[in-house]
């Protein structure tokens, strides 16, 4: 039997990453939790490992490059490879209108959402392509293709990462590894926590599901990605939303 797979999320303390996590401790694998705040890392790998899987967190903040290489080296020192690796670390910034927006509220979101993934894939890629396989999922947002009033920055930042994969899909596709991203619709989080009431209400009027959408269907979508039942998808963007999008 072959070893369970090595799994890297950023962004893994909350909502999509979080879940995600707890999915991959249920299918056996071997996991690197990554986030800014340490207790609740720690915490976090604790959980997972009472599952019964190796699990381990790494403090890392993907704004800079440094915390993402020690981060990606970190994880092939524990387990020697990389095989799976989930950028869930985001920032929605402030809701405002665009006439209010600033350099600085843009770079906020921009620096996490576009750079962090950015050098997050850089550093996977280069222990990925060096093994000749592996699987990136990035998680954007239904935003980036619909967008939400009074977040701009942030729906297009969450578009830059529809180009990064397409791109990165066609670059590193010969070199055995594959690269995807998921487009959530409105999901119950941490983040989304700070979006107001009517504009839940609004974003939900479209669902044509009435059970919504959470982490778990989004991480389950990861997990989908990731297997050998997609071996042939990559470079795509795929929608789970309760049928939001329809």
């Known amino acids: ?39 609740e890392g720690r915490t976090l790998a604790a959980e ?31 387990f020697g490879r990389l095989d799976v690796a989930v950028n869930a670390a985001g920032s929605e910034g402030e809701s405002a209108p665009v006439t209010e927006q600033t350099p600085e509220r ?23 392509t060096g093994q000749g396989s592996g699987s990136i999922v990035n998680i954007s947002s239904l935003s980036a293709v619909f967008g939400v009033a009074g977040q701009t920055a942030y729906a297009a930042s969450k578009a830059a990462l529809l180009g990064m994969t397409r791109a990165l899909a066609r670059e590193v596709g010969k070199r ?10 409105f999901v ?39 297997s050998e039942k997609a071996a042939a998808i990559t470079g795509q963007a795929m929608i789970v939303d309760s049928g939001t999008s329809a």
């Open 176 to 185: 055995g590894v594959r690269v995807n991203a998921v487009l959530p619709g």
């Open 48 to 78: 997972l490992i009472a599952l019964g899987v190796e699990a381990e967190f790494l403090q890392a903040d993907v704004r800079f490059e440094d915390d993402v290489r020690n981060l990606v080296d970190g994880t092939v020192a524990r």
């Open 188 to 226: 119950p989080t941490d983040m989304t926590a700070s979006i107001p009431e009517d504009v839940v209400r609004a974003l939900r009027s479209h669902e044509c599901l009435r059970r919504g959408t959470s982490a778990g269907d989004v991480a389950n979508l990861v997990m989908f990605l990731i």
């Open 1 to 39: 039997m072959s070893n369970p797979p090595v799994v890297l999320i950023t962004g893994a303390l909350t909502g999509i990453g979080r879940a995600a996590a707890f999915a991959f401790a249920r299918d056996n694998a071997r996991i690197v939790v990554s986030g800014r705040r340490v207790e």
């Open 106 to 128: 843009y770079a906020a979101v921009f620096d996490t959402n576009v750079l962090g993934t950015l050098l997050a894939m850089k550093h996977e890629l280069r222990v990925m």
